[in-house]
Nanobody, 125 residues
Framework: QVQLVESGGGSVQTGGSLKLSCVVSSFNSKKYCLAWFRQAPGKERQAVASIDVDGGTTYRDSVKGRFTIAKDNAKNILYLEMNSLRPEDTAMYYC???????????????????WGQGTQVTVSS
């Protein structure tokens, strides 16, 4: 069983920054793909960014150059640094884990078997 606990959300103005954290309970998490997803009210869940075993990353187009996904294997923590935030980034942000050795980052939500409870990010104009 893998448990994920997010933190770091909040309210900022357009152009502001936030850094999300996700503590991953599993000892084997360093072998997993880890990812951030988001969901705004009334909208479908979106993949935001993913990171694989070797630190390879992939991002949705709308956050490229603004968001950075990273992980600390020693502490089992996944991060999402978000800069130049926009109102359209407002959503609940979830971290997720894809069990099994993962060499290619994935933005496919159905591949992730473990999810956190989410942390709210609100960006005002």
């Amino acid at each position: 069983q893998v448990q994920l606990v997010e933190s770091g959300g909040g309210s900022v103005q357009t152009g502001g920054s936030l850094k999300l954290s996700c503590v991953v309970s599993s000892f084997n998490s360093k072998k997993y793909c880890l990812a951030w997803f988001r969901q705004a009210p009334g909208k479908e869940r979106q993949a935001v960014a993913s990171i694989d075993v070797d630190g390879g990353t992939t991002y949705r187009d709308s956050v490229k150059g603004r968001f950075t996904i990273a992980k600390d294997n020693a502490k089992n923590i996944l991060y999402l640094e978000m800069n130049s935030l926009r109102p359209e980034d407002t959503a609940m942000y979830y971290c997720a884990a894809k069990p099994g050795i993962c060499w290619i980052p994935s933005l496919v939500g159905s591949e992730y078997g473990y999810w956190g409870q989410g942390t709210q990010v609100t960006v005002s104009s």
